[in-house]
């Protein structure tokens, strides 16, 4: 006889993990039982913590104290200051809230308000299973592949007429899975249509610090008065372990700051005091971080030019990367030779190309898009980022360094590289 669990009637949600961090555990995992795994599928900063901000952690590491739920206060003064220098906004001390991640600060947000979620398909692995969590409709927005993946006016305006009920919006720039970023002219339309509907926006710039192609622009330039723009240190301070983000209100959301703050209050209490202590070195944004910054920049460019170069010379199609560590590859064009060998979803490619290649890459599926499409989301950081920074240093003067770099600090890219051309090349044979 069956003996009943005096916890089945709990109503357990079940939530997956995250997809980014399932492949990481995974390819970890192979990784210990000796396999020769690339790692393209976690989106982690190759690039070391700023000597700056580890000394300051190190001389804050004595800190014990409890901090303000919002965030230390000369912490939040920098934060507001960096904001409004280097992207033209206009934010206060006041405006600002420290969270562990801008993770915790996104979902908090969703569960603050009471609106469905409008999200750009592709977009990041979470926003909708936090929207899942809060119990929010999530009414998807199509993007294309010839518009580089980047959500327009005319798709926004469709969804908000297609989703009346649903009035929060979370756009991404550069985007995680593509890179991409907002085109030319394309903030101030979508401002108007944002402001036409009502529409909360929350700005994911998490990924802004690192745009190397053009001039990062803000969707809260244009439409101040309803986006709240999120950041924090994990991608351009390589310090994704630190788990601290930042959230900027706008004056005119007055009660919704004080709401998160109190979820905030009954949730993380407070950020670790040592990081944010540590954290105003960063954002005070001393020369020798400007310098590790537009490094990193360089360095990255780069990266995102060989790979795209390689993987599109073989076949395979994706927009060109505006920021960040993505490229978003569609093998659409190879869609009949994989149907051959019973492919026909992102995630058996993913899971094949990995069992094959051992090349770990996240399918298109979990970012939004159809099963059916045949996309990824690659990561290209696996690299010695300490290793290229010192590298870069000794030869920013050469001209055409671009080959040599890739030759001496980017083995591993090289190898995956190499690894998927190949398999497509048999694939295709």
């Known amino acids: 006889m069956k003996v009943e669990s005096s916890f089945d009637q709990l109503g357990i949600l079940q939530i997956p993990p995250s997809a980014t961090l399932a492949i990481n555990e995974k390819s970890k995992q192979l990784i210990s039982e000796g396999r020769q795994i690339v790692q393209f599928g976690f989106g982690q900063s190759p690039f070391p913590v700023p000597h700056k901000m580890v000394k300051a952690l190190q001389q804050n590491a004595h800190r014990k104290e409890y901090l303000p739920v919002q965030g230390l206060p000369r912490l939040r003064e920098s934060i507001a200051r960096y904001y409004n220098q280097e992207y033209n906004l206009n934010f206060k001390a006041d405006d600002i809230m420290v969270g562990p991640g801008s993770k915790e600060l996104i979902f908090l947000i969703q569960k603050a308000v009471k609106t469905g979620l409008l999200l750009p398909s592709p977009s990041w692995v979470s926003y909708a299973p936090q929207a899942q969590i809060c119990d929010k409709p999530v009414g998807w927005i199509p993007t294309f592949e010839e518009d580089r993946w980047v959500l327009t006016a005319d798709s926004l305006e469709n969804a908000c007429k297609a989703n009346p009920q649903n009035k929060l919006l979370i756009v991404n720039y550069p985007s995680n899975p593509t890179g991409g970023s907002l085109g030319e002219g394309w903030a101030p339309q979508l401002a108007e249509i944002a402001r036409r509907y009502?529409?909360?926006?929350?700005?994911?710039?998490?990924?802004?610090?690192?745009?190397?192609?053009?001039?990062?622009?803000?969707?809260?330039?244009?439409y101040p008065e309803g986006t709240i723009v999120t950041g924090g240190l994990s991608k351009w301070c390589g310090a994704g372990g630190w788990r601290l983000g930042v959230a900027a209100f706008p004056k005119s959301l007055n009660e919704l700051l004080p709401a998160v703050k109190g979820l905030a209050s009954e949730t993380f209490t407070s950020v670790s005091a040592p990081i944010q202590f540590a954290a105003i070195e960063s954002y005070n944004f001393p020369d020798e971080i400007k310098q590790y910054l537009n490094d990193s920049r360089i360095i990255l460019k780069a990266v995102a030019s060989f790979v795209h170069q390689k993987l599109t010379s073989c076949g395979i199609t994706m927009p060109t990367a505006s920021g960040g560590f993505y490229l978003f590859p569609n093998f659409s064009s190879f869609k009949q030779n994989l149907s051959d060998m019973g492919i026909t979803s992102s995630i058996q490619l993913c899971n094949l190309i990995l069992d094959e290649t051992g090349v770990a890459l996240l399918p298109g599926s979990d970012f939004g898009r159809p099963s059916n499409e045949l996309t990824a989301r690659l990561a290209f950081v696996d690299f010695d980022g300490k290793y290229a920074l010192r590298w870069l240093s000794s030869h920013r003067d050469e001209t055409n360094w671009q080959e040599e770099f890739i030759k001496k600090c980017c083995p591993r890219i090289i190898v995956g590289v190499e690894k998927l051309t190949r398999w497509l090349s048999n694939c295709s044979s």
């Open 198 to 222: 009502g529409l909360l926006v929350i700005s994911d710039e998490i990924y802004c610090p690192l745009q190397f192609d053009t001039i990062a622009d803000s969707l809260a330039r244009w």
